[in-house]
């Protein structure tokens, strides 16, 4: 995690430095006291606020961690940081909702230069190949009519399937992401925003395609979302999505790796709910993390 914002304070921000510092050798409590001093020299400072978070819950330290996270949400409603998935983490709030958009956007315009290259060379990301492998045996011929591609992200998928589609527009929250898609000249229009924004805005029985390659790993509960999937898609059109596995009881949990993994179940009673029916599922794994392959699942919903 990187602090990238300055308090403001010369000193503090010099006391924040030698913090990092003392992290990264791993010394949490020393590092963990300089923040504090920092802090209080500068005590409306989110980011410090977030990063003395970090370290307690690093340390061990559940209880001071969640009070410092809560102090970095009140200072920054909308969450850049990302102290409210933290929160979820700790079991002190509901994990639905917990992952904030501004957290999400922020967090792509920092990582999207590196992106493609983190994602599909680091990871092994094979997101958009998995949708394509799906989804090829359900069309013959393989052609479709207009697609949306929500969470877009840098075009990954726009890539995939652009030449078998008519036309196809995009969504992102990320603005630095939505740039790089736009010089590859693959849509034919882009749109900043969250994906349940974009979807409620798209007429009835528009589009023929829906695409969500590692989308959902940062949205709970979906039920809005297949709602108005359903609704977008003309009869017979097809949504295709990859998501992390979880096969737990619950119906999503927010894991370890601060992303959501959704179970079976739910996405079927979502789905059943929506009025869609599940043509495909498979358990594949999308990326790997350290080395080995994250459950997974692709599915493909179709609008009957």
């Known amino acids: 995690m990187s602090y990238p914002r300055s308090s403001g304070d010369i000193i503090a921000d010099r006391r924040f430095a030698y913090a990092m510092s003392y992290k990264a050798e ?94 599909v060379n680091g990871l092994g990301y094979r997101g958009p190949a998995l949708l394509l492998a799906a989804l090829e045996p359900l069309r013959k011929p393989f052609r479709f009519g207009h697609a949306l591609d929500l969470g877009c992200g840098t075009g990954l998928a726009g890539e995939a399937f652009r030449a078998s589609c008519a036309s196809i527009e995009g969504v992102d929250l990320s603005a630095a992401m939505l740039s790089l898609a736009r010089r590859k000249g693959l849509y034919d229009r882009l749109e900043q925003g969250d994906v349940a924004t974009f979807l409620e805005g798209r007429p009835a029985q528009s589009a023929d395609l829906l695409l969500a390659a590692d ?26 999505f990859s998501a992390q596995r979880w096969d737990g009881p619950e119906a999503f949990i927010l894991n370890h790796d601060m992303r959501y993994a959704h179970s079976h179940a739910a996405i079927a009673a979502w789905a059943g709910a929506a009025g869609l029916a599940i043509a495909c599922r498979n358990d594949e794994w999308a990326r790997r993390d350290r080395g080995q392959p994250v459950p997974g699942m692709v599915a493909v919903l179709e609008r009957s």
């Open 26 to 119: 791993g010394d949490l409590q020393a590092a963990a006291e300089l923040v504090e001093q920092a802090l209080a020299s500068v005590p409306g400072w989110a980011t410090g606020w977030f990063a003395l978070g970090d370290l307690l819950e690093s340390a061990g330290r559940r209880e001071a961690a969640i009070a410092a996270y809560r102090r970095c949400l009140d200072i920054d409603a909308v969450d850049e940081a990302g102290a409210g998935a933290r929160l979820a983490r700790l079991g002190a709030i509901e994990a639905d909702g917990a992952m904030a958009p501004a957290h999400v956007a922020a967090l792509f315009d920092d990582y999207a230069d590196r992106f493609e290259a983190s994602l």
């Open 215 to 240: 989308v959902f790993v940062y949205l709970g509960n979906l039920e809005a979302i297949f709602r108005q999937a359903a609704r977008v898609l003309a009869p017979g059109g097809l949504f295709a």
